[in-house]
């Protein structure tokens, strides 16, 4: 099946600096992509969708301006988690969609990322 | 708003014993809904969806409209199914998948 690769795995940065995640499908374009936020124990949380070529839309709550999405390829879409802070340390995924007659969603492995 | 409850968080039952993972969904329309499952270690992947009406490693959910439910059986657990498992419904006509909260399934030996 199709493999989306999600980079770093693991990050851990000191609070105010910011952190990049890549999201990229290897083997399909994708003109949409979703980001995720997974607290311990509790669902995905869906933070933004991702447009190839457009701005992110963003869900209710989540600070655009914190958590940057950029999606500048068919294959690319990148989180710029900006000025990190401790309450930011999360798992973070992000997935692709497969347009076509059977569209499907593949996921990254996610990261996780700890701000001390 | 569309909403996707998982009323169980953890569910333990004996190998070879039946499973279900209840779903419950609230949407006006016909949504589409989903089954992910994420295995130990492993990244989230499809399980099955309502549409296509399949049975995939003898898992099988059945859309029941009446009762906005879409809830997950397997017959015969096996100690391989244990694992996360979430049910996402998605609005037609848009990309957005909503995600229930997860139900753990432990599958004991």
């Known amino acids: 099946g199709a493999v989306v690769s999600q980079h770093p795995s693991r990050v851990i940065c000191k609070s105010g600096t910011s952190v990049k995640i890549e999201c990229r499908s290897l083997d399909f374009q994708a003109t949409t992509m979703f980001w995720y936020r997974q607290f311990p124990k509790q669902s995905l949380m869906l933070m933004a969708t991702?447009?190839?070529?457009?701005?992110?839309?963003?869900e209710q709550g989540v600070e655009k301006d914190k958590f940057l999405i950029n999606h500048a390829s068919l294959t690319l879409s990148t989180l710029t988690v900006t000025s990190a802070h401790p309450e930011d340390s999360s798992f973070y995924i992000c997935?692709?969609?497969?347009?076509?007659?059977?569209?499907?969603?593949?996921f990254g492995s996610g990261t996780q990322l700890s701000v001390l | 708003a569309q909403r996707v409850t998982q009323p169980e968080k953890l569910l333990s039952v004996f190998k070879g014993a039946p499973v279900e993972l209840k779903c419950n969904y609230s949407?006006?329309?016909?949504?589409?809904l989903f089954w992910y499952v994420q295995y130990s270690r492993q990244r989230l992947q499809l399980l099955l969806r309502?549409?296509s009406r399949e049975s995939i490693k003898g898992f099988t959910a059945d859309l029941n409209k009446g009762e906005t439910s879409f809830h997950l059986k397997k017959p015969f657990a096996q100690e391989e199914d244990s694992a996360m498992y979430y049910c996402a419904l998605k609005e037609p006509g848009t990309y957005k998948y909503i995600f229930g909260t997860g139900t753990r399934l432990k599958v004991l030996a």
């Open positions: 309502h549409i």
């Open positions: 997935s692709a969609l497969q347009d076509g007659l059977n569209e499907k969603l593949f």
């Open positions: 949407y006006s329309g016909s949504p589409e």
């Open positions: 991702s447009n190839e070529g457009s701005k992110a839309t963003y």
